[in-house]
């Protein structure tokens, strides 16, 4: 096949275009930022114009649609981008793949389970009112929402996917990253950090993540969303824990405080549709996940040095 990854440059595409290459397909990546490689094309998504070069330079069978400014608090500190690239760049592409044909698949998140408390199963967002708490929640949603009247209105073919807490090597930390790039950045350099109790997670290794993802190629069923996410409910300390336990270290620099502002408490949710569709198979612990993220950080960073 040939498939198109936007994003493709960031933490879930880079080890998705590793997967795709790997199952023998030919893969194209558009992201920000220039580079040198034979099949990278600049883009931003936000702009028809670029994205429509991208286009028409080749046809694609499929696009994973990864593209995205990511995190609640990067939502609210860079809000115009959130919004030009998260909304409209996915409506440029929904226009794009109005005119070309291709098959997309959609990254959204968890964080459209908003306030949901009970177990996030595919189908809530259809029977409930939920409410998400964040900007960054907020345009994914609307992204769905404008792919299911896309799927109406000209019959364009889509899967959706609700990401739920990934991580792992590959993830070079910012203020905005996940919480547990952030522990392990912190933690090796010696800074303070907070961590937030009583939230519960289901954190899934990038590698579990991704080789689901590349199995929907074979597996696409346009019109369907699937939770990927991983079988452990683990609350945000057990994750700073492991992180610390890894390093040696004791948590004289950790800020422990009784819940974060505008995000879901807990989020438990239901894998078995994407078990069932897309072999999706955690098989990375939590320890071991960490583990591994942790040796990353210290080869890369190297505090020492």
Not at 108 to 117: A, C, I, K, L, P
Not at 138 to 159: C, H, R
Not at 253 to 260: F, T
Request: proline share 3%; with cysteine.
């Amino acid at each position: 096949m040939n498939i198109l990854v936007t994003g493709g440059k960031g933490v879930v595409g880079t080890s998705l275009v590793r997967r795709l290459e790997s199952m023998g397909h030919e893969v194209w990546v558009c992201d920000l930022r220039h580079s040198h490689e034979e099949r990278y094309m600049r883009c931003d998504v936000g702009k028809y114009r670029q994205l429509l070069e991208v286009f028409e330079r080749r046809n694609y069978d499929f696009v994973y649609h990864l593209a995205a400014e990511f995190g609640r608090w990067n939502g609210e500190d860079y809000y115009e981008d959130l919004w030009i690239t998260n909304c409209i760049g996915t409506k440029n592409m929904l226009r794009l793949q109005e005119k070309f044909g291709f098959k997309m698949i959609f990254a959204s998140s968890s964080e459209v389970y908003g306030d949901h408390r009970g177990l996030m199963k595919e189908e809530v967002m259809d029977s409930q009112a939920v409410r998400q708490m964040n900007d960054y929640a907020i345009s994914k949603w609307v992204n769905e929402l404008q792919i299911i009247n896309a799927e109406q209105m000209s019959g364009s073919q889509t899967v959706r996917v609700r990401l739920f807490n990934t991580y792992g090597p590959g993830e070079y930390y910012t203020p905005y990253r996940s919480a547990i790039s952030i522990f392990a950045y912190k933690a090796l350099h010696d800074l303070p950090f907070t961590v937030y109790l009583g939230h519960q997670r289901s954190s899934l290794y990038i590698e579990d993540c991704t080789d689901c993802l590349a199995n929907i190629v074979e597996n696409f069923k346009p019109g369907e969303v699937y939770n990927i996410a991983g079988q452990e409910i683990h609350d945000m300390k057990t994750a700073s824990d492991l992180v610390l336990k890894f390093l040696g270290k004791d948590d004289r620099q950790v800020r422990y405080v009784n819940g974060e502002r505008f995000t879901t408490k807990t989020k438990v949710p239901d894998n078995s549709k994407a078990i069932r569709d897309l072999g999706l198979d955690p098989k990375v612990s939590l320890p071991e996940g960490i583990a591994l993220t942790v040796d990353w950080m210290k080869e890369i960073y190297r505090p020492d040095r």
